[in-house]
Every structure is written in structure tokens, then in C-alpha cells.
């Protein structure tokens, strides 16, 4: 909102305060340090207000400023200086004066007279005003006295306060001390004061900052670095951001991030005075950060207590509980900075040989290092994958690459080291530095197992980016570099399962189960078995049950080892939400746990598809809000993730945004060459389309949608379900019963296959439109209200059930049956209500009321069947109602059965829509 990034919670409380004009003085004081965005949040704040009628007065007083005389209540009063003339002449002059409007410049204004008016131009104002004041710090002391007097004495005006500050304001060595300073918590009372303490951005933040300001877009292990030196603050973001830029190339992540010469000027002042003792005790400080008082005096040459109390008082460092610790991560940046070379290396070897945590130790060594060195290397490598077992995934990358820059030429340790620094990279979930690594050292690994797993990891890198050109042309390359070695070849095939072109996929999967099966590769042979199992039944055969009870013995063996989202795809399309769930969520734990933040993003938009599909759209769409979130900080595309969010848009009533979204991804997929890509865009597009009533552009999308699938041989188009949108676009379009019946035919054969509800339920739907187009609506109608009885209490998406009952309804008022099309049109409104499917209510509705009529009451009913009918239809259990009525629960039951039969309904949501009529 407003260009603000990052301050979504800053902004809401800005605009819960200004969304009631005030009857009285209020206040928001945003705390701050220095470049943290206060005066970002201040200008969004004041535009806000704008748009809400407020009239907004401002000043953003500078340090030069604070020696000069009323020089913010001038800035302040300006846009109000024509109320002036109304004010008694003393008040008038002391304004004209201090607005340097008067006609005798020489002229002084009379304070007092300055306090009167300015409380009666503040207070009097027809319009709401809104007062900004950035930085309290620097306003002039006649200014503030003015505006205490004016403040404490406005007591009935629709008057906002929003004024920023820094947390030492109030500190007399940093300030013009408490006397002289506007303390708004000391001015309004307490109840009319609210606060904001504006604290680091979060790394996604900061990665869409550098890329709006700076058009600067880091690999996300350097964006956390720059995001650990700066402590999220964006003044000191941009400014490093700057500095990288000017570099030749990106320093590596483990490498320390240049220093602006603009941060050392913000902070020389801090820095100078210090004396030798104290500067060298904050060198071996900003090295070991964080670093406990024993280390920096084990590997200190002199007694370094009294020069980290003076570091303390110069506001540098803090001390408590044995620790030492930087008061702003810049600091220690510039302090690191200003060590010469041979300095920085000896005080790392002095560090190395006192610490005892095995990271700590190998990053000082290699710190200190200058030559290449095996046992150095050996060292870091251990130090990796200790790192690595810990979960820190971020930290055994970048030990990884050291240990690999560390190896000798020649040495044949090297490729292991090579291929671990990249593995722990892409496992980090920072995909382009993982990429750049590998291809920067490609050349350097012997064909075979080497040169083939590290084609497999760029695959898998480009795959997990959305470009499946890029994944299968190295997959491809892995296959030939693997050529006569069995087990890396299997393992290549089993990513092609996947990655090749789909006609390919099953051939891949024979030949990696057979390459595996004997072997060790237990995680690859269980993938290929999934991989396998999939594509089978995409090719229309019946699913083979033992492989993929095989995959999951293989899976059992090694527990924790999951990472095939086909099984899940896998009960998704035979609607078993419960057991995609599971599967997903435990999955999801791992990755998390594990900081495997691309598996998390795999995870998330198979998840929010599976709540969609299971009806809970809310829990969808923050599965969806989360991906979309973590795709931003990895700068990667998510495109199945927007599909659901688009899809919910288009349901929920937008269908522009998804139409317009649709458009895009399609023209992407078809520069790209990517049908996958572009069947995402038509299908959203068609969904749009046919929400819209738009039945000829839909149906013709949604034939070609379908004539590609036949053309990879997907008789079984498991994630594709376009099975209602298809028989709606094509009845709406005008098709003929010709073509609707070889249509519902394939549903026919594909539910013979594969039984599931939904197939069922689509073919009986297509059999009523069928029956509609032929003159018989009533035994359309007939057949999908039989479907829909057989089908109940089976897996069904709840949206799909709601379409059925809008057809069964349509179908009834065709057939001129007044009450059964009501019955059934009010079963799906409450059916899409349910859900929040706000576009499909308006269509249900829409349907309902071309009925016309009176809608029946429910004739019939003795007095103690309405009774039970209308206790049931407020939500009431048997056991209450038989508590109520003074009846057994055999005696309730009774009385609903014959309830529904006399309605000729089958629940209770049926119930409840004949009572409410």
C-alpha cells in the first residue's frame, strides 16, 4: 500500500487511528532509530489521511535547524496562515512574524502571543488535521514550547498527533535534554497516546527494497548476510546495497560484505577518540561476534576489561552475562573493515586457537589461512557437515564452499568438496548461488557419478525455478555424463521421470526401477516407483497397488525421508484429503525443521490445492499468502500457488484478476515453449470464463486443453479436473448431445477405471444436460439427484457437490417443477456460501429467481413434525430436540424421517432452506 514495503502492521495502526475522526487530541509516537524507515512510514501515514479528508500540517525539522527560531510551528501553520485574519491582531502579528510575513522584518514575535494562535489555528480548524512532526529530535526549542502550550490546551478538536523520534530523544547526551524537548506522552493523557516501535525489516523486505530502489536483486544467502549487517534497518540496507553494487562482481556469501564509506561517516563520531587499547579490543570483538568475555581475553594480548567498558560508554558494544555484544551489527561492519590484512589474519589465528566450537575454530582458521591446504580443508569440510546435521543449513554452505576453496589443486578430495558445497547451497534454498557454483566448477568434475550430480542439481535447481526447458536440457546432460554407471544413471532416469517430456515419463520410470531395484539408492528407487505408479495411470491403466506399496516400504525403512509429492497427488485425485493432508503436513514439518525452505515451497501450493479441493478455502488461501511469501524471498516463481489463489479470486467474485493473470502465465508458457506453463493459463482462463457465463470462449479453451492431453496420452488426467467446467461450457455453448455424450463417455470409462465420486457425480451430470438437450429435463434432473444420493457420505469435493445441486436445480425449473428446483437451488446456495464462493451464490440465485412464485411452506406437517422440522433447521441435536419437545430420540428420528419424506428431501442443510423458504 502507498509504495511502503515491509510495514503492513505499522501501516494498519496508522489506519485504525485515523479511521473515526477524533473528538479530542490524539497521538501516534513511532520510535526508531536512525534509518529505519520512520520517515517512510510518516509519509504513508500522511497520505492516508489525505485520502480520509484530513487536513495534514507538517515539518521535518534537520539538525541545522534546531539553532533557528520557530522555524517548525512555521512550517506547520503555513497551509493554515489564511486563518489568520480571524485571529485578534497581537496573535495575527506574532504569526506574520514568525512566518516572516510581516512588513518590518526586524520585528519579534511575542511567544505568548505566538502560543495563543497557534492553539487557535490548530484548534479551531473546520476540517480534521492531522500534525506530522519528523524528528522531534531536531525541532528548535521555541518551537517546542510553542507547541507544548498549543497542544495541552486543544481539548475538543478532531486533532492527530503523528510524530517520530529516536529512542535516545529523551537522553540529555544525544538531545537538547527533557526540559527543552516535545514529549507527547507528557502533553495528552495516557489513554490518547498510542505507540509504534519500528524495528529491522524482515529479509523479504529488504529483497523487494534493493530491487524497487536499487533494481538490485542478491542471491539469498547474500541478501541474509546484507540482512545480518544491517539488523533489517533499509537506510543501512541501501547503503550496503550500493556498495555491492559498485563491486566487479558479488562477493561470495561467507565473504565480509563491503563497507560504505557513508555508514562510517554516520558513525565516525562513535569511532573516534578511542584509544589503542580500546580500538584493538573491539577488533578482536567484531571478528569473534558474538564472542563471550573469556574468548576475546584468552586470545587478547592485554587485559581487555577496561577496553570494553570504554567501547561500552562510546555506545559500541554492550556487556551482560558474559557476553559482548555489538549494540548494531554496522559497527562491528566498519570496525571489521578498518583492520589491515595481516592484522585480521593473526587476530583469526589467535581466535582459532582458543575456541572450542568446531564452526567457530574453522572459520578462523581459514580466516587466517592464505594458501590452499588439505588438512585446513579436511577441517571445514567436517565443520560442514557438522553443520549440516544441526540444521544449519545456511552456515554448512558456506563452510562447504570454503573447504572446497581450500582443497589443493589436484587434490582428490576436490569434487566430493565441490559437489557439497552446492548440495548444502541448493539445500539451504538459495537455488541461483547453488546454480552459479555448479556451473562455475562443472568443468572441473570427472565425468560419471560427479559430473552427473552435478547436472542433476541444476536440473533440479531450474526445476524448482519454473524452468522445465533449463531442468530437462541438464537431466538430459546427466544422463549422457553418467553413461556406464548404473546407479548414477538410475538416479538420472528417476529425475526424468519428471522432467522429460511427459510421453517419456513411464519409459524413464522402467529404467530406473530397474537400474536401482538391489541397490542402496532406497530414497531414488522409491521416487522412480511413485514416478512410475503415476504415469501408468495417466496412460489410463489400473494402479498398480503394489508399487506403490513398495515405494512406501521403501519410504518406512527410512524414516523422515519422504520427498515424492506424487503420493499425495496421488489421494488428491481419488479425493482422500485426509491421507493428502497427512502426508503434506508431515513433509512440510521436515522441511521446515530441516530449513529445506525449496521443499517448503514445493509443499505449500500442494497443500492450499488440497484444502481448496477439501473445501476449507480459507486454510487455502494461507497456505497460498505463504508460499506466495517465501517465493519473494527466494525470488522464484510459484506458479501452481497462484493458480489456487487465482482460482479462489475467480470463485469469490474477481474474475478479472484471474483472468488477467491467466493471460499472462499462458503468453509465458507459449515464449517459453512450456505447454505445462500455458495449460496453467488456459485452464485459470477457462475457470474465469465460464464463472463469467462466457460458454464459447470456455468451451473452446477447454477442448484444447483437453486435445493436448490426448496427445501426451493422459487418458487419465489425474490433476486436471475440468470435468463440470467442460460439460457447463459446452451445454452453454451450444454443443450438440452428439459430441456431451462421447464427452461423458470417457467419464464413463474413466470411473470404471478408477471409481471416485466426483467422476460419478460429472457423468451423471453430462447424462442430465444430455437428457435436457433431448427434451426430457425432469429425468435429467432425475439423474443427477440420484447421483447425488449415491454418492453421499463418499470423498467429494464439496464444490463439486454444490455444482451438481445447481444443475438438479436448473434442470427442475426447465421442467417446470417449481419446488424441487427450489429445494435444489437452495441446497447449493448454501453449499457455495459455505465455501465463500460469493460468484457461484449470485449464479444459484440468479437461478432461483427466474422460478418466480412464492416459495412453498411446509405443508403437510403435523404440529409435532414443524416443531422437530424447525429445531433441526436451527442446528439443534436429536438428543436437544428430544430434551426440548419432552421426547425420546427414537420418537425425533422418527418424526424426521417422516419429515423428509413428505418434503422429499434427504438432510438436514435441506431442511434448513425449505424453513427459511
Not at 477524533?22 to 485520502?51: S, Y
Not at 428420528?893 to 434427504?906: C, D, F, P, Q, S
Request: net charge negative; charged share 25%.
Amino acid at each position: 500500500m502507498r509504495g511502503l514495503i515491509g510495514r503492513d502492521a505499522e501501516l494498519a495502526v496508522c489506519e485504525r487511528l485515523l479511521a473515526d475522526v477524533p473528538q479530542r487530541p490524539v497521538a501516534l509516537v513511532v520510535d526508531g532509530p536512525i534509518g529505519i524507515g520512520k520517515t517512510a512510514l510518516l509519509n504513508a501515514a500522511a497520505e492516508l489521511a489525505r485520502e480520509r479528508g484530513y487536513q495534514v500540517l507538517r515539518c521535518q525539522p534537520t539538525e541545522l535547524e534546531t539553532t533557528l527560531t520557530y522555524a517548525a510551528v512555521a512550517d506547520l501553520l503555513e497551509p493554515v496562515v489564511g486563518l489568520a485574519s480571524d485571529l485578534p491582531t497581537p496573535q495575527r502579528q506574532a504569526v506574520e512574524i514568525a512566518l516572516l510575513r510581516h512588513d518590518e522584518p526586524d520585528q519579534v514575535a511575542d511567544e505568548r502571543a505566538l502560543c495563543f494562535a497557534t492553539r487557535g489555528l490548530l484548534g479551531r480548524s473546520s476540517d480534521p488535521t492531522v500534525l506530522v512532526i519528523d524528528n522531534v529530535r531536531w525541532l528548535d526549542a521555541p518551537s517546542v514550547r510553542v507547541l507544548r502550550f498549543a497542544l495541552r490546551r486543544i481539548t475538543d478538536a478532531p486533532l492527530v498527533v503523528i510524530a517520530a523520534r529516536r529512542p535516545d530523544d529523551f537522553d540529555p547526551r544525544h538531545s537538547h535534554g527533557p526540559s527543552e524537548a516535545l514529549d507527547i506522552e507528557r502533553i495528552l493523557p495516557p489513554e490518547a497516546v498510542h505507540r509504534i516501535t519500528v524495528g529491522g525489516m524482515r529479509t523479504g523486505a529488504l529483497h523487494h527494497l534493493l530491487r524497487d530502489q536499487l533494481g538490485l536483486s542478491l542471491p539469498r544467502q547474500l541478501l541474509a548476510s546484507v540482512a545480518t549487517a544491517s539488523d533489517g534497518n533499509p537506510l543501512f540496507t541501501l547503503e550496503l546495497g550500493r556498495a555491492i553494487s559498485a563491486l566487479p562482481k558479488l562477493p561470495a556469501p561467507s565473504r565480509e560484505l563491503p563497507v560504505p564509506s557513508s555508514l562510517t561517516g554516520l558513525i565516525a563520531d562513535r569511532l573516534s577518540g578511542l584509544d589503542l587499547e580500546t580500538t584493538q579490543a573491539l577488533r578482536l570483538a567484531a571478528l569473534a561476534a558474538p564472542a563471550s568475555f573469556d574468548v576475546l581475553a584468552a586470545a587478547s594480548e592485554q587485559d581487555v576489561a577496561d577496553a570494553l567498558q570504554a567501547a561500552e560508554e562510546a555506545g559500541l558494544i554492550s556487556l551482560g552475562g558474559g557476553q559482548v555484544r555489538f549494540t548494531h551489527p554496522v559497527y562491528a561492519s566498519v570496525v571489521r573493515a578498518g583492520i589491515p590484512d595481516p592484522e585480521r589474519r593473526r587476530l583469526h589465528q589467535r581466535l582459532a586457537d582458543v575456541v572450542t566450537d568446531v564452526e567457530r575454530r574453522a572459520r578462523h582458521l581459514a580466516a587466517a589461512s592464505v594458501e590452499p591446504d588439505e588438512q585446513l580443508a579436511a577441517t571445514l569440510e567436517d565443520a560442514a557437515r557438522l553443520a549440516s546435521r544441526r540444521g544449519a543449513l545456511d552456515v554448512a554452505a558456506d563452510l562447504a564452499e570454503q573447504a572446497a576453496e581450500a582443497t589443493p589443486e589436484g587434490s582428490p578430495n576436490a569434487p566430493r568438496r565441490i559437489l557439497l558445497a552446492g548440495q548444502s547451497r541448493a539445500a539451504s534454498g538459495d537455488l541461483g548461488a547453488a546454480q552459479h557454483w555448479l556451473t562455475m566448477h562443472l568443468d572441473t568434475l570427472p565425468l560419471g557419478h560427479d559430473r552427473a550430480e552435478a547436472y542433476l542439481l541444476l536440473a533440479t535447481s531450474s526445476w524448482h525455478a519454473d524452468d522445465s526447458a533449463a531442468a530437462e536440457w541438464h537431466a538430459t546432460s546427466a544422463l549422457d555424463a553418467a553413461a556406464g554407471h548404473p546407479i548414477a544413471e538410475g538416479r538420472v532416469h528417476a529425475h526424468l521421470t519428471v522432467m522429460a517430456p511427459e510421453d517419456r515419463w513411464l519409459d524413464h520410470g522402467h529404467r530406473a526401477i530397474e537400474l536401482l531395484r538391489g541397490t542402496d539408492e532406497h530414497e531414488w528407487l522409491a521416487f522412480a516407483l511413485f514416478q512410475t505408479f503415476y504415469s501408468e495411470i495417466l496412460n489410463g491403466q489400473r494402479p498398480d497397488l503394489t508399487m506403490l506399496d513398495e515405494g512406501l516400504a521403501l519410504e518406512s525403512s527410512r524414516p523422515g525421508r519422504q520427498h515424492s509429492t506424487t503420493v499425495g497427488i496421488w489421494y488428491k485425485a481419488i479425493d482422500d484429503f485426509d491421507a493428502a493432508r497427512a502426508r503434506y503436513v508431515a513433509m512440510l514439518e521436515r522441511a521446515r525443521d530441516a530449513g529445506d525452505e525449496a521443499s517448503v515451497l514445493e509443499l505449500l501450493p500442494h497443500l492450499a490445492d488440497n484444502e481448496f479441493l477439501a473445501g476449507d478455502w480459507e486454510l487455502a488461501a494461507r497456505y497460498v499468502d505463504q508460499a506466495t511469501a517465501l517465493a519473494g524471498e527466494l525470488d522464484v516463481p510459484t506458479t501452481q500457488a497462484d493458480f489456487v489463489g487465482h482460482l479462489l479470486a475467480a470463485y469469490r467474485g474477481d474474475s478479472a484478476e484471474a483472468r488477467s493473470h491467466g493471460t499472462d502465465v499462458m503468453r509465458r508458457g507459449d515464449e517459453a515453449g512450456d505447454t505445462w506453463l500455458a495449460r496453467v493459463g488456459m485452464r485459470l482462463l477457462a475457470t474465469a470464463e465460464v464463472t463469467s457465463g462466457e460458454y464459447v470462449a470456455a468451451a473452446d479453451r477447454l477442448r484444447e486443453i483437453s486435445g493436448q492431453l490426448d496427445k501426451m496420452g493422459h487418458v487419465e488426467p489425474v490433476g486436471v479436473r475440468i470435468e463440470l467446467d467442460q460439460l457447463e461450457a459446452m451445454s452453454g455453448s451450444g454443443a450438440d448431445d452428439a459430441e456431451l455424450a462421447a464427452y461423458v463417455k470417457r467419464l464413463d470409462e474413466r470411473h470404471e477405471v478408477i471409481p471416485r465420486a466426483r467422476l460419478r457425480l460429472a457423468a451423471a451430470v453430462g447424462h442430465g444436460l444430455i437428457a435436457s438437450l433431448r427434451g426430457t429435463p425432469g429425468d435429467g434432473a432425475a439423474l443427477v439427484e440420484a447421483a447425488l444420493a449415491e454418492v453421499e457420505g463418499e470423498p467429494l469435493p464439496p464444490f463439486d457437490q454444490a455444482r451438481a445441486q445447481l444443475v438438479a436445480g436448473r434442470l427442475h425449473r426447465r421442467a417446470r417443477a417449481k419446488a424441487a428446483a427450489r429445494l435444489a437451488l437452495d441446497a447449493a446456495i448454501a453449499g457455495f456460501e459455505k465455501l465463500g464462493a460469493t460468484a457461484w451464490v449470485e449464479r444459484a440465485k440468479s437461478e432461483r429467481d427466474r422460478i418466480g412464485g412464492r416459495p412453498p411452506a411446509p405443508a403437510g406437517l403435523t404440529a409435532t413434525e414443524t416443531q422437530v422440522a424447525k429445531a433441526a433447521a436451527g442446528g439443534a441435536t436429536t438428543r436437544e430436540i428430544a430434551e426440548a419437545l419432552f421426547l425420546s430420540p427414537k420418537t425425533v428420528e422418527a418424526n424426521l424421517t417422516r419429515i423428509y419424506r413428505k418434503l422429499g428431501i434427504r438432510s438436514r442443510a435441506e431442511l434448513g432452506a425449505v424453513i427459511r423458504g
